[in-house]
């Protein structure tokens, strides 16, 4: 049952940033109340209402206000609209899909896209209660999910885009080059303070992270950290590219990035439990600080336009831009 609880905790969120309606306000009353329900651990309380309680997000995630060009989130199932409402995970829509937007827009400057990334749980939401075209998702469809999308008639279509990955960098001087994913939880935790707990020389480990508003800030956590707080002084930076930089001057500092940045020679790239990152590792699911990331669409109600903005991304031209912002392109 604890499985549902992303999707309802972001349909609550999704209707508190909502206009006040009144429909909304009686909605986000019962969707409080069937998250009590859920987190119940009272013998009785059984199957049935955990999928009340999912659909009820599904339902409030459908009413809610659209994102950023939109005072509306109705699906553009026909292609006569020109837009493209798109919903989902912070992971993709923090850059790469801004980026595959905008080069898509160059051979087609009539199409709008209405967009909102507020987490995978959101999109799904979205989409199954017909409020999107494409929910964009870092992690799979549930089960449960799934369930749902039969008893709405959704026949959910999933298209594998990439996947999105983190090296963990250090300086060149830095003697340490590999170290387990204990370690790096430890490091990235303040658990480990000084290098010689992680095979190093005797000195200070500095952090560098991504800052709080990001997705890869809680991305990593969730990946290497265990959903851990980042150790005390660590410093937050708007970037990959400042993590490096800021790496590539201090000999005992320590962050990540993309891999689009790890061929650089003033930082170096150290392997997990002696698996290199690399596009060819990530893709065989050897190295673990990676998530695929995929598009879902309603096949019965997919307009033409969305299928031609999701081919381009899965085409030569899309990968590259996948590549180019530090991802794994698709297999």
Not at 59 to 83: F, M, P
Not at 252 to 275: P, Q, T
Request: proline fraction near 4%; include cysteine.
């Amino acid at each position: 049952m604890s499985n549902q609880l992303p999707l309802i905790n972001t349909a609550a969120a999704a209707i508190r940033g909502s206009k006040p309606l009144k429909r909304l306000a009686r909605l986000h009353d019962f969707l409080h109340r069937a998250k009590a329900a859920v987190l119940m651990k009272c013998a009785g309380i059984g199957r049935g209402l955990c999928s009340l309680a999912a659909f009820a997000a599904v339902l409030a995630l459908a009413s809610c206000s659209g994102g950023n060009d939109s005072a509306t989130n109705t699906a553009s199932s026909n292609s006569s609209s020109k837009k493209i409402v798109i919903r989902g995970s912070n992971t993709i829509g923090e850059e790469l899909a801004p980026n595959l937007i905008a080069d898509y827009k160059k051979d087609h400057p009539d199409m709008a896209f209405d967009t909102e990334y507020k987490g995978t749980a959101y999109g799904f939401g979205s989409l199954l209660g017909g409020a999107c075209d494409i929910a964009g998702a870092s992690k799979p469809i549930a089960k449960e999910q799934e369930e749902i999308a039969q008893e709405r008639k959704v026949q959910v279509k999933e298209y594998v885009l990439g996947s999105y990955a983190v090296a963990v960098i250090v300086n060149p001087a830095n003697t340490v080059a590999n170290l387990t994913t204990n370690q790096v939880a430890a490091l990235f935790t303040g658990t480990a303070q000084n290098w010689k707990d992680a095979g190093g020389a005797d000195a200070p480990v500095h952090l560098y992270a991504r800052d709080p508003i990001s997705g890869t800030h809680i991305g990593f956590k969730e990946l290497a950290m265990n959903n851990k707080a980042y150790g005390a002084g660590a410093q937050f930076l708007t970037s990959y590219q400042a993590i490096a930089d800021a790496v590539a001057k201090d000999p005992g500092g320590v962050g990540y990035c993309g891999l689009d940045l790890v061929k650089r020679s003033d930082i170096k790239a150290v392997a997990i439990d002696g698996v290199a990152p690399g596009v060819e590792t990530v893709n065989q699911q050897k190295y673990p600080y990676a998530r695929v990331l995929r598009l879902y669409t309603n096949e019965k109600k997919e307009a033409a336009e969305v299928k031609k903005f999701v081919d381009f991304a899965l085409s030569n031209r899309g990968q590259q831009i996948v590549a180019q912002m530090g991802y794994a392109p698709k297999p």
